[in-house]
C-alpha cells in the first residue's frame, strides 16, 4: 500500500464500494518535539491505483469523531472534539463539506448516538 500523504492519528476512517476507495479524514499529526496539530485534511486512498489523493479540506479542525457512509454518495462525520454537535457530509462525487445540523446532545469522540 502506498504512504498517506500526510501522516495522521485519531482520525476516521470509512470505505466507499461505489468508488473502491479507503477514506482518512480528519485527525491529528505530531511532529518531532511531541506537538500535536488538528488537521482540517482528508484524503482517500484508491485500492485500483495504489495512491492517496488529497479531499477538500473541511472548515474546522477535528479529532476523535465518528464517521459513516451510507451508501448514499456521502460520508458523514458527527461530534468530535473542538465541533461537538456537529453534523457534517462530504459529497463524494462533488468533493464538498457542508454542516447539515446538529444532534441535540454535546459529545466529543467517537460514540453511541
Not at 19 to 35: E, F, H, K, V, W
Not at 90 to 99: H, V
Given at each position: 500500500m502506498a504512504p498517506m500523504n500526510e501522516g495522521r492519528m485519531y482520525h476516521g476512517c470509512t470505505y466507499d464500494a461505489s468508488?473502491?476507495?479507503?477514506?482518512?479524514?480528519?485527525?491529528?499529526?505530531?511532529?518531532?518535539?511531541?506537538?500535536f496539530s488538528v488537521r482540517r485534511t482528508g484524503e482517500y486512498y484508491s485500492i485500483e491505483h495504489n495512491n492517496w489523493t488529497m479531499m477538500a479540506n473541511r472548515s474546522d479542525n477535528v479529532y476523535l469523531f465518528s464517521v459513516v457512509n451510507i451508501g448514499d454518495g456521502n460520508i458523514y462525520i458527527f461530534n468530535g472534539v473542538n465541533v461537538p454537535q456537529t453534523i457534517r457530509q462530504?459529497?463524494?462525487?462533488?468533493?464538498?463539506?457542508?454542516?447539515i445540523g446538529s444532534l441535540p446532545k454535546s459529545n466529543s469522540g467517537q460514540r453511541k448516538l
Open positions: 468508488t473502491n476507495r479507503i477514506y482518512a479524514i480528519g485527525g491529528n499529526t505530531q511532529d518531532g518535539n511531541g506537538m462530504y459529497s463524494i462525487a462533488d468533493d464538498t463539506w457542508t454542516t
